[in-house]
């Protein structure tokens, strides 16, 4: 009986091991998504997704409808959306029809679209995870992930809005009551105890931790099995 409960307790090491293994290396490949660069890196592995091409702007440039989905620039003729020529691989979320350009925000950054809409060219002005850009008496400004909100008189050079809420505004956010499932994607992620900047030394932690058990448990399974195989 005993013996059948370690061959039983071995097995299950060796099954659960394998995705403990995967686990762990895809956790340093999501906590270090940017240094390594791996949305630039393309695989022979492909899947439809569902919303990749749902409408999430539309706005019209020199008479042509164009429509901003999570799979790029699409030009809209007929009815028919097709993807813009020398388009950026970027996921939309925002499209502004200018004299300077068609500007458009993205997951990436700013870009400003110019020329004929048979030739347009993309030229990318600000770096960093925009979400909305909108005209201004004075110019233009975007809101942008991590940065605030940015201004620009031209559409080409941006800066970062000198921006501060007030004591009521604090207080406000201060007084909400945190989710709970929201403490507990904190926790999960880290973000709870070294912020979001830093959280992805909880996850590197976990990523060797969940290494470390693959590794050791395959070891100790082959081990064994060679041991049994010299008896």
């Known amino acids: 009986m005993k013996q059948s409960m370690r061959n039983w307790h071995n097995w299950v090491s060796i099954v659960l091991g394998f995705p403990l293994l995967l686990v762990g290396i895809t ?12 949305k630039k890196i393309e695989t022979p592995l492909s899947m ?5 091409l749902e409408p999430r702007a539309s706005a019209v440039y020199k008479g042509q409808q164009f429509i901003g989905t999570k799979a790029g620039l699409f030009a809209v003729t007929s009815g028919e959306a097709s993807p813009v020529t020398n388009g950026v691989d970027d996921e939309i979320r925002d499209l502004l029809s200018t004299e300077q350009g068609l500007l458009v925000a993205g997951k990436e950054g700013i870009w400003r679209y110019t020329g004929s809409t048979e030739t347009m060219k993309a030229e ?18 975007a809101a942008c992930k991590d ?24 207080a406000l956010v201060k007084n909400q ?15 709870i105890f070294f912020g979001k900047d830093y959280e992805w030394i909880w996850i590197d932690l976990l990523g060797f931790a969940c ?13 064994n099995r060679r041991q049994k195989a010299l008896v």
Do not use: Y
């Not at 956790?27 to 390594?36: K, Y």
């Not at 439809?48 to 990749?52: E, G, I, N």
């Open 48 to 52: 439809v997704q569902k919303d990749a």
């Open 147 to 170: 940065i605030g909100v940015l201004e620009s008189v031209d559409g080409q050079s941006w800066v970062a809005q000198t921006l501060s809420f007030s004591p009521a505004a604090t």
């Open 177 to 191: 009551g945190m989710p709970l499932s929201k403490v507990m994607m904190d926790i999960h992620t880290g973000k």
């Open 27 to 38: 956790a340093f490949f999501i906590a270090h998504e940017h240094s390594l660069g791996t």
């Open 124 to 141: 990318q002005v600000f770096e960093g995870d925009c979400w909305q850009i909108a005209q201004t008496s004075s110019g233009f400004n």
């Open 211 to 223: 290494v470390g058990l693959g590794l050791t448990g395959l070891v100790m399974w082959m081990r």
